[in-house]
């Protein structure tokens, strides 16, 4: 049965995390002193692409012909992470390497275990996941490191093809030896 | 007599920002309500996305998204108290997105080169303004997209782009190492002109 | 099923979008919006308002003389006058402060607190620009356009000591623009062959200066992505600052560039030994055309002096059948800052809302054909361009197309003829057979000094000289 969560190797992670009545404020205050860049906790996860941590608690109205108003009774903790590989490692790891920012944020959610009790923990998260219908990426088979990697490689490709203009076949195929081929 | 709007309200639209972008990169979540009538068919058509070309070539084909995704929630998870249940009347679509550049410039991509598409999806929904034109499509954008928070992103200083050109390098020299194996320095030359015209479009 | 193919399609309540000519209101605009004057003496005037009673004094006594769209019976006048006023302009003559919040945030920010996404760092930066440029003092801006140079003194002594002696205003920054005989850039190029042709203005475009309309054709560039009031390209009425800002009136951009000609050369001359084109090519593949305006998107090898000399020609090109760039690299100056229908710009509707119409003049006495060591002496560009939105049109050109390349596929590169050096690196690939990649990137253009103005139409300047603040 094909995951719609899946889109090559990578996967979409979605979860709505009810928030305890009173605690927005703390939450959104918590999410948004988070350092970002190197220096944010989701940096300590070596299989997160990209991900964001929004509090959600407004429906909009879109007006006519919408007959219904919806409102939300909580604020919700939106967690989306897109990841290389499978869930349950990427949730272990959360729960090894950021444990204390975890407990920080979604402390705030009802019914939230905790993550020194990890399987409560990965079970609370899995039941709070939306499942997606589709999900896609350019480059759905690469993981991070993959990334990170061939980003790294480009760039001495080009310091390389820019210095070896106009050097003799055999000076060049020395340097390429040298410089390049142990790379790939 | 010209079909025009009224003229636009002097108040431009508010950008999205802060949570939703980290130097170059930019990340856009919608939340809206399904006509219910029309619920099935998103579910359906999306269900079935990823194998029909037309999405492939269309929506999916843009080279300046990273992440993409879409969900159809009819109801919000539910943990016992305190929290009370969240019955929803309608079936909404949740989008999300990860993409380089600037929101506004974005959406006139989505507005001017498959404005189908779009109003196709998101026009299941109620008082969808249609694109084109592109502006009341930002406006209802920037009014329906949830903001703040924390972005992270593992390469920010990578574009869509630049990632597609570098595995595409990645891989372009390693079939050069490959064919290398014992060439002569003529040979070798000649190999290396034909990897560096077939990468010269992604260094 | 039909009628679910029928909703599917067009939602019901969308109008069909129309396209009507419409004629634009020349007796309101301001004249150099739609024409680009040829006299040979211009002068740019940014002056600081002192008295503001008596500095409307002065407007109300210019105002006829302010030159409107209108055409000419017969031989141009002796003098063409324009004005145009910066945020902290309208601020001191007493603009309401709910009508100056209607402006966009870029205008009131002003171009010297945005220097860092258009790209003027080092000695780009505003720290460094002229006297009277980017700190607030710049008010208004006249610019004049004589036959001769009598007449541009006269003008400017009538500004200097009529202004001076009752107290109005300040001349706080000047420049003189000097046209080359040769009708060339600084750098050798002929500037200016691109223009975007306008529609309802009554003035057929020349091929390749519209939009492209997706069938190998060209259109014109809806009216309202210049003057506001008018339908643009999003078949609305461009969002507009209140009355009487919001109709006839446009956002104006000065940029005073300086460009080291020697150091262009120079660099030209050096790289051209490295590069298997040669010198005059690897000139041509910076800028996307021959010195003489030959597009290299037409005449890739050689300069096409027929084809130059052609109007009808010599901007009617397409790039969709160069994707990668080896007639005219995707970096190339012409080709960022009007990717017309580049790869990735969908046949234009991604480049249509980002046109500018171009009024700038060169500066400075030229460097002696041949020479490559810099004489000391000031010369460049004064770059003016007109658009409906800031921050759409100049400000995306100069941000993502020019400083640099991710939209057009090119990463990181930025303008090798006129970006910010990269600290130390930077490149332009030269696609061909093997590429050539030219490094590192130099500064031939440096910013002396800018500012974002608004040139109001003939109505909204009346209500400024006569409004009870």
Redo the contacts between chains.
């Keep these: 049965m094909f995951d719609h969560n899946r889109a090559g190797t990578a996967y979409a992670f979605t979860a709505f995390t009810a928030i305890l009545p009173g605690h927005e404020e703390a939450v959104r205050e918590r999410i948004e002193s988070l350092p970002r860049g190197p220096e944010s906790p989701l940096a300590r996860l070596d299989t997160l692409h990209y991900s964001r941590l929004q509090i959600f608690d407004e429906l909009v109205y879109q007006g006519p012909p919408q007959k219904k108003r919806d409102r939300l009774k909580s604020s919700y903790l939106v967690f989306t992470a897109s990841l290389d590989g499978d869930l349950d490692p990427f949730l272990d790891a959360i729960a090894d390497r950021l444990p204390a920012e975890a407990d920080g944020w979604w402390g705030h959610c009802v019914a939230y275990p905790g993550a020194a009790n990890r399987e409560a923990f990965k079970r609370w998260l899995k039941h709070n996941q939306v499942p997606n219908a589709l999900f896609s990426s350019m480059y759905s088979t690469e993981s991070v490191q993959a990334v990170r990697s061939a980003l790294a490689l480009r760039e001495r490709v080009l310091e390389f093809a820019t210095a070896a203009q106009g050097l003799e076949p055999a000076e060049l195929q020395r340097r390429f030896h040298t410089e390049l081929a142990g790379l790939v | 007599m ?4 009224a ?6 639209v508010a950008i999205p920002g802060g ?1 939703n972008t ?1 130097g ?2 930019t ?1 856009l ?1 919608l ?3 399904i006509q219910p009538k029309w619920t099935l068919l998103v ?1 359906v058509s ?2 079935l ?2 194998w029909i070309p037309f999405v492939q070539q269309h929506i ?1 084909q843009f ?11 009819r109801e ?5 108290p ?5 019955r ?3 079936s ?1 679509l ?1 989008f ?1 997105t ?1 993409f ?3 929101w ?2 974005y959406i ?2 989505f507005a ?2 498959i404005s ?1 598409d779009i ?2 999806l998101w ?1 299941r ?6 694109p ?5 499509l930002k406006a209802w954008i920037a ?2 997209s ?22 595409a ?2 891989d372009r ?2 079939a050069l ?1 490959n064919e ?1 194996e014992g ?1 002569s ?2 040979a ?2 000649d190999a ?2 034909r990897f ?2 077939d ?5 | 099923m039909d009628g679910l193919k029928q909703r599917l399609g067009r939602p019901p309540a969308l109008p069909r979008r129309e396209r009507e000519p419409e004629a634009v209101d020349l007796a309101d605009i301001q004249g150099n919006v739609l024409r680009g004057y040829t006299y040979p003496c211009a002068a740019y005037i940014f002056l600081r308002v002192d008295d503001v009673e008596r500095a409307k004094a002065l407007l109300a006594r210019m105002l006829p003389r302010i030159t409107t769209g209108e055409p000419w019976d017969g031989a141009e006048p002796a003098l063409a006058i324009q004005l145009a006023f910066t945020y902290e302009g309208l601020r001191r003559l007493g603009v309401p402060d709910e009508t100056l919040a209607t402006f966009p945030e870029e205008f009131r920010q002003g171009m010297a607190s945005r220097a860092d996404i258009l790209g003027d760092r080092g000695p780009s930066a505003p720290e460094s620009w002229e006297e009277g440029l980017g700190t607030g003092e710049a008010h208004a801006l006249v610019t004049v356009w004589a036959v001769d140079d009598d007449h541009l003194d006269e003008i400017r002594e009538e500004l200097r000591t009529v202004g001076a002696a009752a107290g109005a205003t300040t001349v706080v920054n000047e420049t003189r623009a000097k046209a080359l005989a040769s009708g060339s850039d600084h750098f050798g190029f002929y500037d200016g062959i691109s223009q975007p042709a306008v529609a309802g203005t009554g003035v057929k475009g020349r091929p390749g200066d519209g939009r492209p309309d997706g069938k190998g054709n060209w259109r014109d560039v809806a009216t309202g992505e210049f003057l506001l009031g008018y339908v643009d390209e999003d078949a609305g009425l461009p969002a507009a600052p209140a009355a009487p800002f919001d109709r006839n009136g446009t956002f104006m951009v000065y940029r005073k560039l300086a460009m080291d000609v020697a150091a262009f050369r120079s660099f030209v001359e050096e790289a051209g030994r490295r590069y298997s084109g040669g010198p005059e090519l690897l000139a041509a593949k910076i800028v996307g055309r021959w010195p003489d305006g030959t597009p290299l998107a037409l005449s890739p090898d050689a300069p096409d002096p027929e084809l130059a000399a052609d109007p009808g020609r010599t901007n009617d090109f397409s790039y969709r059948d160069d994707p990668i760039g080896l007639k005219c690299p995707v970096g190339a100056h012409i080709r960022r800052v009007n990717p017309r229908d580049a790869d990735g710009f969908f046949d234009g509707e991604l480049t249509k809302r980002h046109r500018i119409i171009r009024r700038g003049r060169s500066y400075g006495e030229p460097l002696p054909a041949g020479v490559t060591e810099d004489d000391g002496l000031e010369r460049g560009l004064v770059f003016v361009c007109f658009n409906a939105d800031l921050w759409r049109q100049f400000e995306t050109i100069q941000s993502f197309w020019v400083e640099e390349g991710d939209t057009l596929g090119i990463g990181k590169d930025r303008d090798f003829l006129i970006g910010c050096p990269n600290g130390g690196g930077g490149k332009l690939t030269i696609p061909g057979n093997p590429p050539f990649f030219l490094s590192p990137q130099q500064r031939f253009v440096t910013t002396r000094g800018g500012e974002y103005l608004f040139q109001p139409s003939i109505t909204a300047l009346r209500v400024l000289a006569t409004a009870e603040r």
């Design positions: 010209s079909q025009v709007e003229p636009r309200p002097i108040e431009r949570g980290y170059a990169r990340a979540m939340f809206t309500p579910r999306l269900w996305g990823k999916l080279r300046f998204i990273h992440f993409v995704r879409w969900a159809v929630v919000l998870p539910y943990n016992g305190p929290q009370e249940p969240d929803l009347n309608y909404y949740l999300e990860n380089d550049g600037a506004r410039n006139d991509s001017y080169c189908r109003r196709y026009g929904g109620f008082a969808f303004p249609g084109p034109p592109a502006e009341p009014e329906n949830m903001e703040g928070g924390t972005y992270y992103c593992a390469y920010p200083e990578a574009s869509t782009r630049d990632v597609l050109a570098a595995v390098v990645r020299l390693g190492v290398s060439l320095p003529e070798f030359q290396y002109r560096l015209v990468v010269q479009a992604h260094l």
